[in-house]
C-alpha cells in the first residue's frame, strides 16, 4: 500500500471524531486536504459541521467540495481540529510548516478544544529535527533575523543553517500572512522547548513550526495497520 494510501486510512480514522454541530478546524497539506474530502462526502450526506480554514489552499478546497466555513473572528472557540504533521514525536511534539501555513495553523490549533493529528507511519520519529524546522519571520532584517535564528538553535543545543525558503519560480515563498519562512536544517532538536523559547524570543521571529502540547492524539496509518497514540 502507498504512502498515499496510508494519508488516506489517517483521514478516515479522524472522521469518527466528527459530532453534528461541532466547530472545527482544518489542517493544510496533502493528509489534511483527504480529511476535507472525506468531511465534504459526509456533509452532502447531511452533516451539520462548519470549518475555520488554515490557509487560502485549504479555504479553496473547503469551497469547491461544499464544506460550510466561518472564522476565528465569527467562531472564535473551536471543538477540534484535524491537521497534517511533518515530524511526529513519541510525546506528540511535532514539526509543521512544510506547507507554509504554520501560523495559521498554530492559531486554529490554540483556538481548539482538541488537536488530532493525522500522518502516514513515516512521519513518526523517535527525535525531531530530521525534517528541517520552519520558521515564520518577518522580511525587514531578514539577514539578522537569520543570524539570530542560527544562534537560538546552536544555544539550545541544535545547531544548523537557516535558510530562505523559495517557490518553484525561484523567488522567496511568501506565507498567507505576507511574511516568509526560514528553513533550519538541524537534524536533531534535542531540547524542543527550549529551542521554542528561544526563537519565540526573536523580534523579527512571527512563529516557528514546533508545536509543542498543543496535539491530544494522532492518528498513524502504515503497513500494520491504524494506530492512534494519545497525550498523557
Known amino acids: 500500500m502507498s504512502l498515499e494510501a496510508h494519508k488516506r ?96 495553523e498554530k492559531i486554529v490549533a490554540a483556538a481548539s478544544e482538541r488537536m488530532i493529528v493525522i500522518a502516514d507511519h513515516s512521519k513518526w520519529v523517535s527525535l525531531l529535527g530530521r525534517f528541517p524546522l520552519p520558521v515564520e519571520v518577518v522580511s525587514f532584517g531578514l539577514a539578522a533575523t537569520r543570524l539570530a535564528v542560527e544562534a537560538a538553535c546552536a544555544e539550545a543545543g541544535s545547531p544548523g543553517r537557516a535558510t530562505l525558503r523559495r517557490g518553484p519560480d525561484g523567488h522567496p515563498l511568501v506565507t498567507d500572512g505576507g511574511h516568509l519562512i526560514l528553513d533550519a536544517a538541524l537534524s536533531r532538536i534535542a531540547e524542543p522547548r527550549l529551542l521554542a523559547d528561544r526563537l519565540a524570543a526573536i523580534p523579527g521571529v512571527v512563529e516557528h513550526g514546533l508545536f509543542i502540547g498543543l496535539a491530544r492524539a494522532a492518528i498513524i496509518a502504515g503497513p500494520d495497520g491504524v494506530h492512534m497514540v494519545e497525550r498523557a
Do not use: N, W
Open 9 to 104: 486510512e489517517a483521514a478516515a480514522g479522524a472522521l469518527e471524531f466528527v459530532r453534528p454541530g461541532m466547530r472545527l478546524g482544518l489542517g493544510t497539506g496533502s493528509t489534511a486536504r483527504y480529511f476535507v474530502e472525506g468531511l465534504a462526502q459526509r456533509v452532502r450526506a447531511g452533516l451539520d459541521i462548519v470549518g475555520v480554514a488554515t490557509s487560502q489552499a485549504t479555504r479553496q478546497d473547503a469551497e469547491r467540495l461544499g464544506v460550510p466555513l466561518t472564522t476565528l473572528d465569527d467562531t472564535p472557540h473551536l471543538d477540534l481540529t484535524v491537521d497534517g504533521a511533518d515530524e511526529i514525536a513519541p510525546d506528540l511534539s511535532l514539526i509543521k510548516g512544510g506547507g507554509g501555513a504554520l501560523l495559521y
